[in-house]
């Protein structure tokens, strides 16, 4: 695990040392690499690499790695789990190798098939190969998104890094707002890809390689995408088999490793699989982790510890209690966008905890996108049948204004049942795209136009945060609602938020992980599976469970699902209010520039006083001014807030005029 960054030494960087440029870009990402810096330019390209050592610990394994014949050179941050198998192929057709890395393998698969070589890799990857003769570009990023890769471009310059913050230490990168990927954040909690934040820097979508030629022209292009439409027929009995078979290998491959190793453990099913797994494949105990809370209403440390003495694992437990506010700032400015997902908190702990015995950490990310584990399928499901029981007339003439009553009751008596009530008449009036969109999304239209203020206001007012999943639902290949909403989220929400959450956070502590259930082999063939056998009844994860029905205890596999939550209402209260109270005052912070203050404070004291909960839509806020005072405020740019014309141009970001 890596971090990789460089420059095209086109026009803005000619006469910049090379060497200082990318020793500033190393050092804004070191933590993703503590154990080894190196560096290389020629005419065309400029490059470096922190390493993480993880296999072939010698200096063999020092990126950048060059080709035999001096041509091609790469960086790459990841892990490739079947380059053993891949090195045995080329070694068939020829090929010698001076180390045991998966680099050199990869690097060798490329110059070998080019963007071909991407179907045969099995990992988590994003890397960039450099051709020195024919002064062109190849960068790619895995088909799930495990590994990010941001690119800056205006003109005909181009940079690139593992973490916005590198290339932000470029000179002349400048720092300017995309108004309509804000508004993204607050509705969604994360920008979506390919935005970012800034104007200038965007993201390599997961699943899509990207071409550079020697006259700057550029080439992008999906390699990969999940289907849903191969449905496959067999019994229940012998899906759940080849499905527990398919986990098993893909937990056994990322086994591999030349530094200590453990896993995750929230006592869930996903985690809880996977450590079971690792235990059938380890000689001695699993080194496993979790997170536990003072509230028992977020606590599952007791689940862990039950799974932990199944599998006679090395368990450590961490409880997050007065660490939240002596660390918010620090573990916020990890995150060079604004990010909303609060369980970013206990993942910074558990990937710290785990860092003080291991180096890389097995997790069970993915099987709640791939087998509908959420709640909200089950309240998308409900929604889904409702929906179909009115004629579309019916609903979409007499369902918005009984939405509208129903909004009214639930202001005038402060009742939970009003609000819920006229969220679901909203939804039941919509498309079903649109309806999973306004369910699932953290912020209400009427408070956005109450908050949203001057120019900001006016350059997101057309623009619609809904179009990205409306968009993503639509070209599924899917035949029925439930596969469209889960490639929408694996294809949105896992790229965007969980795998985000993740990496930055391991990252942070210099500790790499590994997700067995997304093994892109897992996911398809879970995507082949009949829906039914995901969400049957109210049953989520029901294949999922079938296949450890004998492995995993039945408290492990039926208990409700608590999730990676977080006491939020009671942090803002408590830990976090001194953070929100100078955010929420400062009349010259970041909100002040783009909302309505007063209307802020009025959220705030509402809150406080347990009038109504606003505590998503407050923790956005205060994330929000997190992120601009971290980057943002400090800047010494002159020029006024809100200058663009549209949601797809900028805002010039800099000091009051």
Same mark, same amino acid.
Request: aromatic letters at 12%; one cysteine or more.
């Given at each position: 695990?890596?971090?990789?960054?460089?420059?095209?030494?086109?026009?803005?960087?000619?006469?910049?040392?090379?060497?200082?440029?990318?020793?500033?870009?190393?050092?804004?990402?070191?933590?993703?690499?503590?154990?080894?810096?190196?560096?290389?330019?020629?005419?065309?390209?400029?490059?470096?690499?922190?390493?993480?050592?993880?296999?072939?610990?010698?200096? +063999?394994?020092?990126?950048?790695?060059?080709?035999?014949?001096?041509?091609?050179?790469?960086?790459?941050?990841?892990?490739?789990?079947?380059?053993?198998?891949?090195?045995?192929?080329?070694?068939?057709?020829?090929?010698?190798?001076?180390? #045991?890395?998966?680099?050199?393998?990869?690097?060798?698969?490329?110059?070998?098939?080019?963007?071909?070589?991407?179907?045969?890799?099995?990992?988590?990857?994003?890397?960039?190969?450099?051709?020195?003769?024919?002064?062109?570009?190849?960068?790619?990023?895995?088909?799930?998104?495990?590994?990010?890769?941001?690119?800056?471009?205006?003109?005909?310059?181009?940079?690139?890094?593992?973490?916005?913050?590198?290339?932000?230490?470029?000179?002349?990168?400048?720092?300017?707002?995309?108004?309509?990927?804000?508004?993204?954040?607050?509705?969604?909690?994360?920008?979506?890809?390919?935005?970012?934040?800034?104007?200038?820097?965007?993201?390599?979508?997961?699943?899509?390689?990207?071409?550079?030629?020697?006259?700057?022209?550029?080439?992008?292009?999906?390699?990969?995408?999940?289907?849903?439409?191969?449905?496959?027929?067999?019994?229940?009995?012998?899906?759940?088999?080849?499905?527990?078979?398919?986990?098993?290998?893909?937990?056994?491959?990322?086994?591999?490793?030349?530094?200590?190793?453990?896993?995750?453990?929230?006592?869930?099913?996903?985690?809880?699989?996977?450590?079971?797994?690792?235990?059938?494949?380890?000689?001695?105990?699993?080194?496993?982790?979790?997170?536990?809370?003072?509230?028992?209403?977020?606590?599952?440390?007791?689940?862990?510890?039950?799974?932990?003495?199944?599998?006679?694992?090395?368990?450590?437990?961490?409880?997050?209690?007065?660490?939240?506010?002596?660390?918010?700032?620090?573990?916020?400015?990890?995150?060079?966008?604004?990010?909303?997902?609060?369980?970013?908190?206990?993942?910074?702990?558990?990937?710290?905890?785990?860092?003080?015995?291991?180096?890389?950490?097995?997790?069970?990310?993915?099987?709640?996108?791939?087998?509908?584990?959420?709640?909200?399928?089950?309240?998308?499901?409900?929604?889904?049948?409702?929906?179909?029981?009115?004629?579309?007339?019916?609903?979409?003439?007499?369902?918005?204004?009984?939405?509208?009553?129903?909004?009214?009751?639930?202001?005038?008596?402060?009742?939970?049942?009003?609000?819920?009530?006229?969220?679901?008449?909203?939804?039941?009036?919509?498309?079903?795209?649109?309806?999973?969109?306004?369910?699932?999304?953290?912020?209400?239209?009427?408070?956005?136009?109450?908050?949203?203020?001057?120019?900001?206001?006016?350059?997101?007012?057309?623009?619609?945060?809904? +179009?990205?999943?409306?968009?993503?639902?639509?070209?599924?290949?899917?035949?029925?609602?439930?596969?469209?909403?889960?490639?929408?989220?694996?294809?949105?929400?896992?790229?965007?938020?969980?795998?985000?959450?993740?990496?930055?956070?391991?990252?942070?502590?210099?500790?790499?992980?590994?997700?067995?259930?997304?093994?892109?082999?897992?996911?398809?063939? +879970?995507?082949?599976?009949?829906?039914?056998?995901?969400?049957?009844?109210?049953?989520?994860?029901?294949?999922?469970?079938?296949?450890?029905?004998?492995?995993?205890?039945?408290?492990?596999?039926?208990?409700?699902?608590?999730?990676?939550?977080?006491?939020?209402?009671?942090?803002?209260?408590?830990?976090?209010?001194?953070?929100?109270?100078?955010?929420?005052?400062?009349?010259?912070?970041?909100?002040?520039?783009?909302?309505?203050?007063?209307?802020? #404070?009025?959220?705030?004291?509402?809150?406080? #006083?347990?009038?109504?909960?606003?505590?998503?839509?407050?923790?956005?806020?205060?994330?929000?001014?997190?992120?601009?005072?971290?980057?943002?405020?400090?800047?010494?740019?002159?020029?006024?807030?809100?200058?663009?014309?549209?949601?797809?141009?900028?805002?010039?970001?800099?000091?009051?005029?």
């Amino acid at each position: 695990m890596c971090g990789i960054a460089g420059f095209i030494r086109g026009t803005q960087f000619t006469g910049q040392e090379p060497e200082q440029l990318l020793q500033q870009m190393g050092n804004a990402i070191r933590h993703r690499g503590p154990d080894a810096a190196s560096t290389w330019w020629d005419q065309g390209i400029a490059l470096v690499h922190r390493r993480l050592s993880i296999i072939d610990l010698s200096d +063999a394994g020092t990126q950048p790695i060059h080709s035999p014949c001096g041509r091609y050179v790469i960086v790459f941050n990841g892990e490739i789990y079947n380059y053993q198998e891949l090195r045995q192929a080329l070694e068939a057709q020829g090929e010698q190798f001076s180390s #045991q890395t998966d680099t050199e393998v990869l690097l060798r698969l490329v110059m070998r098939e080019g963007e071909r070589a991407l179907d045969k890799l099995n990992g988590m990857f994003a890397f960039v190969v450099w051709d020195k003769t024919e002064q062109s570009l190849f960068a790619a990023r895995d088909r799930l998104g495990k590994k990010p890769l941001y690119l800056y471009q205006r003109g005909d310059e181009l940079a690139f890094a593992s973490e916005i913050k590198a290339i932000l230490t470029l000179p002349g990168v400048e720092r300017l707002i995309r108004p309509d990927a804000a508004k993204d954040f607050f509705f969604y909690q994360y920008v979506p890809d390919p935005k970012t934040i800034f104007a200038d820097i965007v993201k390599l979508p997961p699943g899509h390689w990207l071409k550079r030629d020697r006259h700057g022209n550029m080439q992008q292009q999906r390699y990969w995408q999940l289907s849903f439409k191969q449905q496959i027929s067999g019994t229940e009995q012998q899906i759940a088999s080849e499905l527990r078979e398919l986990i098993d290998d893909a937990t056994r491959i990322r086994l591999a490793s030349d530094v200590p190793l453990g896993a995750f453990l929230s006592g869930g099913i996903d985690s809880s699989a996977v450590v079971g797994m690792m235990a059938k494949h380890s000689k001695g105990p699993v080194t496993t982790c979790a997170i536990g809370f003072g509230d028992e209403k977020f606590d599952e440390v007791h689940f862990a510890r039950k799974v932990a003495a199944q599998f006679n694992t090395d368990h450590h437990e961490f409880t997050v209690k007065e660490s939240v506010s002596a660390n918010f700032a620090q573990i916020s400015s990890y995150f060079d966008e604004p990010f909303a997902d609060p369980s970013y908190i206990p993942t910074f702990f558990v990937a710290k905890l785990a860092r003080q015995a291991v180096t890389v950490a097995l997790a069970g990310d993915g099987g709640d996108e791939s087998f509908a584990g959420y709640s909200k399928y089950n309240v998308d499901q409900t929604e889904q049948r409702l929906r179909g029981m009115f004629p579309k007339t019916l609903r979409s003439s007499v369902f918005p204004p009984l939405a509208n009553l129903s909004k009214l009751f639930g202001r005038t008596f402060n009742s939970i049942y009003g609000r819920k009530a006229n969220s679901l008449l909203r939804t039941l009036a919509m498309e079903p795209d649109q309806g999973f969109f306004v369910t699932n999304s953290f912020f209400h239209p009427d408070l956005w136009q109450q908050l949203a203020h001057g120019d900001f206001a006016r350059d997101t007012r057309d623009y619609d945060p809904a +179009a990205m999943t409306c968009q993503k639902y639509h070209e599924a290949p899917a035949d029925d609602h439930l596969s469209k909403v889960l490639y929408t989220d694996i294809h949105s929400y896992l790229p965007g938020d969980i795998l985000v959450k993740v990496d930055r956070m391991t990252m942070a502590n210099s500790l790499e992980a590994r997700a067995p259930l997304l093994d892109y082999r897992v996911v398809e063939y +879970a995507a082949s599976i009949p829906s039914a056998l995901k969400l049957h009844g109210q049953e989520k994860k029901y294949i999922l469970k079938k296949s450890f029905e004998g492995f995993l205890t039945d408290e492990t596999l039926y208990r409700k699902k608590m999730g990676f939550s977080v006491p939020l209402a009671l942090w803002l209260k408590t830990e976090l209010k001194p953070f929100a109270e100078q955010a929420f005052s400062q009349t010259d912070g970041g909100l002040a520039q783009l909302f309505h203050l007063p209307r802020i #404070q009025q959220l705030w004291q509402q809150h406080l #006083q347990g009038q109504h909960q606003h505590t998503q839509e407050l923790w956005s806020l205060l994330v929000f001014s997190q992120w601009w005072d971290l980057y943002i405020a400090e800047l010494p740019l002159t020029q006024p807030v809100a200058t663009c014309a549209s949601s797809s141009e900028t805002i010039a970001i800099g000091t009051p005029a």
